[in-house]
């Protein structure tokens, strides 16, 4: 079963409480999404360890639920 924009944001929220997070469906069947991530969490992390932790956060569920996330991860920037 296709997993949820919800759901996906459920799980950013939770591991990113602080995080500024927009969600896109692109192909529209629930299965390819782009998520932008914006978290104090990634300040000083190479973006490869970034997206590791949205990985983890996700719990295995990249390949099962969620075919494809493409990534946008950064800290943010003063101002």
Do not use: C, N, W
């Amino acid at each position: 079963m296709p997993m949820s924009a919800e759901m996906l944001r459920d799980h950013l929220v939770q591991a990113f409480p602080d995080a500024e997070i927009e969600i896109v469906d692109l192909a529209g069947d629930g299965d390819h999404y782009r998520a932008r991530i914006v978290s104090t969490a990634f300040a000083g992390v190479a973006r490869v360890k970034q997206h590791q932790m949205v990985y983890a956060a996700l719990k295995g569920r990249m390949g099962g639920e969620l075919h494809a996330l493409a990534l946008e991860t950064s800290a943010p920037t003063g101002g």
